[in-house]
């Protein structure tokens, strides 16, 4: 597998590779997969309540369990310290690709 510095892309398209390269650990991945389906399950309590407060749980589900999974299995910085939107967008798309079978569980 080849390395992807962080200063190599310029397009999500570009980025992904090295977002993926940051998961390799599957408790990792696993622990992105459950914060951002927690976050999914938030937003809907959220919309289906109307308690606008609960928007501010989004990002303690949603980092709370990626940054254990970095911090505590893969051992390395969350990529978003530096690439807030593309980190954003990648935990969405490894989510569905861990969904669709295009990355293990």
């Not at 390269?21 to 622990?31: A, D, G, K, S, V």
């Not at 937003?43 to 308690?51: R, T, Y």
């Not at 807030?84 to 969904?99: E, H, N, Q, R």
């Amino acid at each position: 597998m080849t390395t992807v510095k962080q200063s190599d892309f310029h397009s999500f398209a570009e980025f992904y590779p090295y977002y993926l390269q940051e998961h390799t650990n599957p408790t990792c991945r696993r622990l992105h997969f459950i914060g951002t389906l927690c976050l999914f399950a938030v937003l809907f309590g959220v919309l289906v309540s109307a308690n606008w407060w609960g928007l501010l749980l989004l990002p303690v589900v949603g980092y709370g369990f990626a940054w254990v999974g970095h911090f505590f299995f893969e051992k390395n910085r969350p990529a978003t310290f530096k690439h807030p939107w593309y980190s954003l967008a990648g935990d969405f798309v490894m989510f569905k690709d861990i969904l669709t079978g295009r990355i293990r569980w």
